[in-house]
């Protein structure tokens, strides 16, 4: 098999393509043939070492492919079905091996490289808009990053639920097609909690769906309703400083709450219950999942550059 080894804990540079052994599935494992590995900010964690994971080690979570074995005691699989998950770790390989109740069945309609392209936003896209905050019809919600892969998907739930999407970006490109995606308003990062405000007439927003972290979080708590709910969920610009829970107070009974898509796919119903949701927006045209560009195997040092410079819009792929 080939995959990309992480030695040492750095820049992109740090990752290579290493050739091995493929691994066999131990009972109740299967192994997978890789598709597409979806590459993700968690990636970006895990290769400078924000994790602490054990060296040497594959990174990528995520990805869609083909059952190429099963291991004993595995039913609900057999060889050559088309699957998806999104927390098998070791992605960045042409071949995955993990416990079977990590993977889901891809539905017909739906390609296993779209599958791979929407597992980890796609779900976290749908708790965030069902059980963080249930955004109700004419709500008006703040969502950060809305031309990139996890903003596009957001957006476009939260407009399925009948909610209202004011939406940040850092260039026009971005910001027409976050507009051409179905947003509301679409503005910069600079001010944006005070325009939030007016465009809510004062009142604020519902929710503010925060993956940046640092650099939105205090005005994103500024922009918040009385009990609005501030979802932070990532910290691409850096992790947000202590706060004093006095602000939440102030602000008129806010909710703040750091989430994981772990704790909302806890249960094997819950996450299969959550990936045919997906799957169904998508089969039914309520979901177009954009991928941004796609790279080799080889070439994740680069895909990390694109994803940290955020130079592209919608999802990046690997394709072993």
Not at 46 to 73: D, I, K, N
Request: aromatic share 6%; net charge negative.
């Amino acid at each position: 098999m080939k995959a990309i080894v992480v030695e040492r804990t750095g820049g992109p540079g740090v990752m290579t393509l290493l050739e091995g052994e493929d691994p066999g599935p131990r009972p109740g494992q299967i192994a997978v043939r890789v598709a597409a590995a979806g590459v993700n900010f968690i990636d970006v964690y895990h290769r400078t070492g924000a994790y602490g994971l054990p060296l040497p080690f594959t990174p990528g979570l995520e990805g869609g492919g083909y059952v190429a074995a099963l291991g004993e005691g595995v039913t609900g699989f057999a060889v050559g079905d088309e699957v998806a998950w999104k927390s098998v770790p070791g992605s960045y390989a042409d071949l995955v091996v993990g416990d079977a109740g990590e993977f889901v069945p891809v539905p017909e309609k739906v390609s296993v490289e779209t599958a791979a392209a929407v597992m980890l936003q796609g779900l976290t896209a749908h708790y965030l808009c069902h059980s963080v905050y249930d955004v109700q019809e004419g709500d008006t919600v703040v969502v950060h990053a809305a031309a990139g892969g996890m903003g596009l998907l957001l957006t476009q739930m939260v407009k399925y639920k009948g909610g209202k999407v004011i939406a940040t970006v850092s260039s026009d490109a971005k910001a027409e097609l976050a507009r051409q995606n179905g947003a509301d308003h679409v503005m910069r990062y600079e001010g944006f909690g005070a325009k939030a405000r007016e465009l809510t007439g004062g009142e604020g927003v519902a929710a503010v769906y925060d993956g940046v972290g640092k650099t939105t979080f205090d005005e994103g708590l500024e922009a918040l309703r009385p009990r609005g709910v501030m979802a932070l969920f990532g910290q691409s610009s850096g992790p947000v400083p202590p706060v004093d829970p006095q602000r939440l107070h102030k602000g008129g009974s806010l909710v703040l709450t750091r989430p994981t898509l772990g704790d909302f796919t806890r249960t094997r119903e819950e996450y299969l219950a959550r990936a045919a949701d997906v799957f169904r927006m998508i089969e039914e045209d309520d979901l177009l999942v954009r991928v941004g560009e796609t790279f080799r195997l080889e070439e994740a040092p680069e895909a990390h550059e694109a994803l940290q410079a955020r130079r592209t819009t919608g999802k990046l792929l690997l394709i072993p």
